[in-house]
């Protein structure tokens, strides 16, 4: 029998997810946001239930080719452009479109060969001080594209730093949009500024136009001509702790489930696990779970992480080791059926994160929360050890 450790992906709850982000997006199209092997759970296994998406948003072109492969024959748009040449080549080819957001990705477009011009759009800086041209210098690159015979159309992008925060959050969301339609305000173009946090958290704000001294002449919505959805699709909350994915009506697309192997019972002054760093003051049943920093769970996930066995929610004890954690199963004495609940040993299921067979859902944000990280990032580094069912 393999470990058994196994990740599933729930393809019902992406498409309720889906229809949950276009509640908030309005006339909206929406990329479902697939980079990173769509947030670890495989751009294979979710494609079908992300149909109803408009396009598809990723960055690796090996990920662009696999949504082409499995049939998609809409727009495919690549988050970080080209990083050479022969991207633009294969951009031509599969018909993707892809961002710009620097002169040198002008210059390769210029000197592309193409009898298709390329979608493009392009990105500006608003505080964020990753990708894209500061407000200023926004104009010159889109006069340069807009003369450049490889470019068909030109949208404009920007991306929010704070969307996923109460105040000051809100205020940088707001000074993100005043610079970006202050810069734009009189370019033609498709818009796309909302990630989740955005959309869930602000989509009901207007996109002011700058006007003089603060007098808004249009209040076209915050959500645009696309929005650029990825976490919620999977069923996080992009702003945990501030909101919860059951709060924004958010399920999850992932359950991360192994079972118990082994059940100690620990006497009063014993310690747990390497380090010693949890001693039972009284007796306690301690559970092994097959799961471990080598699947992708945090090793930084402290004594009283939150951990379903059985359905039921209990906590992490002790350091996770490479293959094992170990969790509390309450006193010796509470072992029998006594609140309905079954006897925990060998074959005992443990959720990580999603959906227990119960029905009880553990958020992945909580046990990130607990391991000082996000969601997100527990979604990404599920091992390639682990199967998926
Ligand atoms: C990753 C990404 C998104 C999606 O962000 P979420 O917080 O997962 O919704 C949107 N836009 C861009 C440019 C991104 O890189």
């Not at 450049?148 to 993100?176: C, K, N, W, Y």
């Not at 509390?328 to 005992?348: E, I, K, M, N, W």
Request: contains cysteine; aromatic residues 6%.
């Amino acid at each position: 029998m393999p470990r058994p450790i196994v990740a599933t992906v729930h393809p019902e709850a992406i498409r309720t997810n889906l229809v949950r982000a276009r509640l908030s997006a309005g006339d909206a199209r929406l990329w479902a946001v697939v980079k990173a092997n769509a947030y670890g759970h495989g751009i294979e296994r979710v494609f079908d239930a992300m149909r109803s998406a408009d396009g598809f948003a990723l960055l690796d072109l090996d990920e662009a080719q696999r949504v082409r492969q499995l049939g998609w024959r809409g727009p495919v748009l690549l988050l970080e452009g080209a990083f050479e040449l022969r991207d633009l080549e294969l951009c031509s080819r599969l018909g993707l479109w892809h961002v710009v957001h620097c002169n040198e990705q002008i210059d390769m477009l210029a000197t592309h060969k193409t009898q298709v011009p390329h979608r493009v759009f392009l990105k500006m800086n608003t505080g964020m001080n990753r990708l894209g041209f500061r407000p200023a210098p926004f104009r010159a690159a889109w006069m340069r594209l807009n003369a450049l015979p490889q470019v068909e159309e030109i949208s404009l992008m920007t991306h929010f730093s704070d969307a996923d925060r109460p105040t000051p959050g809100h205020a940088a969301v707001a000074d993100q949009v005043a610079a970006f339609v202050a810069a734009t305000h009189d370019l033609p173009g498709e818009r796309s500024l909302c990630n989740s946090a955005a959309l869930l958290r602000h989509a009901q704000a207007g996109l002011t136009q700058s006007g003089s001294a603060g007098q808004s002449t249009s209040h076209a919505p915050l959500t645009a001509d696309w929005v650029r959805p990825g976490i919620a699709v999977y069923g996080g909350a992009p702003d945990h702790p501030h909101a919860t994915s059951a709060g924004w009506g958010l399920q999850p697309a992932m359950t991360l489930a192994s079972q118990l192997i082994a059940v100690q019972e620990v006497l009063p002054g014993e310690a747990v696990g390497y380090g010693s760093t949890f001693r039972a003051e009284r007796p306690i049943r301690i559970g092994v779970v097959a799961c471990g920093y080598a699947d992708g769970y945090p090793r930084h996930a402290p004594t009283g992480t939150p951990v379903l066995v059985g359905g039921v929610l209990t906590r992490v004890v002790g350091r996770v080791s490479m293959d094992m954690l170990t969790v509390d199963l309450g006193p010796p004495d509470d072992r029998h059926a006594s609140h309905g609940q079954p006897v925990y040993g060998p074959g005992t299921e443990v959720v990580l994160w999603g959906r227990s067979r119960t029905g009880t859902v553990l958020p992945v944000d909580e046990v990130a929360a607990a391991a000082g990280t996000i969601g997100y990032e527990l979604l990404c580094a599920v091992a390639p050890r682990v199967k998926f069912a």
